[in-house]
C-alpha cells in the first residue's frame, strides 16, 4: 500500500508515526516494496523527523539489504551518522544499520566495532527486533574466524528473544 505524499502533507501530528508503522510492518512481513512505497514520503523529510528519523531510515536500509541494493542502502547511512554516538535505542539503532552496511559491503571486520557499539549505546536494554546486535556481531564475528566467540553471542542473542516472546527477534538470531 502506497501512501501518496498528499497523505503525509499538512495532517495532523501522528501521520508519520502511522506511516512508520505501516511500513515496518510491511517489512516484517517481507513486503519489502510496499515498505519502501510507504516509507518514501517519509524518506524525502528525514529532518523534520527528529528521534524518528533513525528507525525510518534503518528500516529503509533493511529494505534496500534484502533486495540486495547495497549502494542504495550504503547511500542512506550518511542521515544516520549523528545518531552514532547517542545513547539507547536510536545510537543502538545507527551503529546496528552502519554494521549492518558495512558488513553487506564484505567489511565484516569494519562493522564488528559498529556492532559493539550498538550494545554499548543499548546498555542493559534489549531489543532483539531492531537492535539484534548480538547475532549479527556474531555472523561478522565467524566471517573473521572467530567461531567460539559468535556461538556464545548467537546463544545469549536467541535467549534474549525467546525472553522477549519475539518471534521475529528469535527469527534474526536464529539466521
Wanted: with cysteine; hydrophobic share 45%.
Amino acid at each position: 500500500m502506497h501512501a501518496p505524499d498528499f497523505l503525509v502533507a499538512g495532517l495532523p501530528g501522528g501521520t508519520e508515526f502511522h506511516l512508520l508503522s505501516l511500513g515496518r510492518t510491511h517489512a516484517r512481513a517481507g513486503q519489502v516494496t510496499s515498505a519502501l512505497d510507504t516509507l518514501s514520503p517519509l524518506a524525502r523529510s528525514l529532518a523534520d523527523l527528529g528521534d524518528t528519523a533513525p528507525l525510518v531510515i534503518a528500516t529503509l536500509v533493511e529494505c534496500r539489504l534484502a533486495r540486495g541494493e547495497v549502494a542504495q542502502a550504503r547511500a542512506l547511512t550518511d542521515d544516520i551518522v549523528p545518531w552514532q554516538h547517542r545513547a539507547g535505542r536510536l545510537g543502538g539503532l545507527a551503529n546496528q544499520t552502519l554494521g549492518d552496511v558495512l558488513a553487506a559491503l564484505g567489511d565484516a571486520d569494519i562493522a564488528i566495532p559498529r556492532y559493539e557499539a550498538a550494545g554499548e549505546a543499548m546498555g542493559d536494554k534489549d531489543d532483539p527486533e531492531d537492535v539484534p546486535w548480538r547475532g549479527s556481531l556474531a555472523l561478522a564475528l565467524v566471517r573473521t574466524g572467530e567461531i567460539a566467540k559468535a556461538r556464545t553471542l548467537a546463544v545469549h542473542q536467541v535467549a534474549v528473544a525467546r525472553a522477549a516472546g519475539s518471534p521475529y527477534g528469535e527469527a534474526l538470531a536464529l539466521r
